[in-house]
């Protein structure tokens, strides 16, 4: 099973998130602020599919969820969605880490650490 994003159960995002992760000094938390700009859950003709409950990312071992989802308007039209996930243990984070490296293997993704 290939690693994929979704907002609307069975809808699949195409558009690639910009991703930014920070993680507490002791390991024990993280955040994950996922961007999409212009994602194709925006466009008129997916409004048909359903409303946004969530953020699904999904792989093989599941489903990691969230409900912290927001659209950004610029001149009243939507252009982008933020969605944060939130680690609250090591082991949350090693599972997220884990959908990441599939979702990056299956679009071509790449981590690079802040300079």
């Given at each position: ?41 925006l466009d008129k003709t ?70």
């Amino acid at each position: 099973m290939e690693a994929k994003i979704q907002f609307i159960k069975g809808l699949d995002e195409k558009v690639l998130p910009d991703v930014r992760l920070t993680r507490s000094k002791d390991g024990s938390t993280g955040t994950a602020t996922f961007r999409f700009k212009n994602p194709n859950i925006l466009d008129k003709t997916t409004a048909k599919e359903g409303e946004i409950t969530g953020m699904y990312l999904i792989d093989e071992e599941g489903i990691l969820e969230t409900r912290d989802v927001n659209a950004r308007f610029v001149n009243g039209k939507p252009e982008a969605i933020e969605s944060i996930y939130i680690m609250k243990s090591p082991e949350a984070w090693d599972r997220f880490m884990r959908f990441m490296e599939r979702y990056g293997e299956t679009n071509g993704l790449v981590f690079s650490k802040a300079s």
